[in-house]
């Protein structure tokens, strides 16, 4: 069984300690899974560390897309946690919950993380009012 946000909750509830670990592909969604690691990350990190970029800011919805699918196929255990990309949650509301929902959807991933303060309220308001 997959861990879930409330297996989560009661971890932290109980003092547990909880790793969570980035992942960019199935052979390492398959040691994590082995090491029991409870939440994995696919970080939008990977534009530096496995597609050469300088910066995430090149990291694109359909390379998280990729790499999510890596690390779902690779790890049945983990929830796992997608980074959206640059630009994929600040145009509108409505566009940060089409994207939310491809990485649940079409990626596999259980929850998606984005970054920022005031300026995205509205966003993560909208992601998590559908459920997400």
């Not at 009661?10 to 939440?39: F, H, N, Q, S, W």
């Not at 359909?62 to 790890?75: I, P, S």
């Amino acid at each position: 069984m997959r861990i879930t946000v409330n297996k989560i909750l009661e971890m932290k509830l109980e003092g547990e300690k909880i790793p969570m670990l980035t992942a960019y592909d199935y052979p390492t969604a398959r040691v994590l899974e082995a090491a029991a690691v409870p939440i994995i990350l696919v970080g939008d990190s990977l534009g530096q560390v496995v597609l050469g970029y300088d910066s995430t800011v090149y990291v694109t919805m359909e390379d998280m897309l990729h790499h999510t699918k890596a690390v779902v196929r690779g790890n049945q255990l983990a929830l796992i946690v997608t980074d959206m990309p640059f630009m994929s949650y600040r145009i509108s509301k409505e566009e940060a919950l089409r994207n939310a929902s491809r990485l649940l959807q079409d990626g596999g991933a259980q929850a998606v993380k984005l970054e920022g303060g005031e300026g995205v309220v509205d966003a993560v308001h909208s992601i998590v009012e559908s459920g997400i």
